[in-house]
């Protein structure tokens, strides 16, 4: 299940604890999906003041994703 999130490029977040999976979905239809991502990572994440600038900082650049 995702998170909707109101920001100007990001429309949901969700999160699979398993497999330690972020999936953004992005305003453009595009989906990301973010590998080896711890929980804390993810609980930080969602709790951030600015979840955009959380994400270009410490997701974005830091874990391997696909684009789908």
Do not use: W
Request: aromatic fraction near 20%; include cysteine; glycine fraction near 2%.
């Amino acid at each position: 299940s995702r998170y909707q999130i109101n920001t100007t490029n990001i429309l949901s977040v969700g999160y699979e604890e398993v497999n330690q999976v972020v999936e953004i979905e992005f305003k453009l239809n595009v989906i990301h999906q973010y590998y080896e991502v711890p929980l804390d990572e993810f609980v930080a994440f969602m709790k951030a003041d600015d979840i955009e600038e959380f994400y270009f900082n410490f997701i974005q650049c830091k874990y391997h994703f696909d684009v789908f």
